[in-house]
């Protein structure tokens, strides 16, 4: 009896969140309880409707540090402050990449990061910044969440 109850506990400790699929690596997922809740709104928005489209959505990036932008060779300090992430687009079809943008554009767009060049919001940059081909959305500087130990 002991055996059978400390076998289901074992089993129930193993068992992966089900949302966790949604992320490239259980360190992007760990990462996630840092963004901002806009974010994770997002977020939760695009993995819904990916799933009524028959798609699998994956996070690639959440939260980073200063480190880790510099290695990765990062111009904006987005991930860092919490208000940006990334999607996959490997293996998603273009008319749905299209579909999503449009809609996240234009349910978020007025938040999204100021671009340089127009002085509008852009919520999302579709670029490969060689390590493949992703969305990149980000939420405007007012949305910058204080850095946490071990982010810095």
């Known amino acids: 009896m002991i055996k059978s109850i ?9 068992k992966k969140d ?8 259980k360190e992007v997922y760990d990462r996630y309880k840092y ?10 928005d695009s993995i819904e409707f990916c ?8 996070i690639t990036d959440t939260v980073s540090t200063v480190v880790e932008d510099i290695r990765l ?9 919490a208000r ?3 999607v996959r687009t490997m293996g998603m079809p273009e008319v749905l990449i299209n579909q999503l943008v449009s ?8 938040i999204g990061a100021i671009s340089p060049k127009s002085k509008k919001p852009r919520l999302i940059i579709r670029h490969d910044s060689g390590h493949g081909d992703h969305l990149h959305v980000q939420l405007n500087r ?11």
Do not use: N, Q, W
Not at 35 to 44: A, Q, R, S, V
Not at 51 to 58: D, N, Q, Y
Not at 143 to 149: D, E, F, G, H, S
């Open 6 to 14: 400390i076998a289901c506990i074992k089993d129930r400790v193993r």
């Open 18 to 25: 089900p949302f966790e699929e949604h992320f490239k690596t």
């Open 35 to 44: 963004l901002h809740p806009m974010c994770k709104t997002i977020i939760m």
């Open 51 to 58: 799933r009524k489209h028959g798609f699998h959505l994956i």
């Open 73 to 81: 060779g990062r111009k904006s300090s987005t991930h860092r402050e």
């Open 84 to 86: 940006a992430f990334d």
């Open 103 to 110: 809609h996240l554009e234009t349910t978020y767009g007025h």
């Open 142 to 152: 007012g949305y910058a969440l204080p850095l946490l130990k071990g982010r810095a």
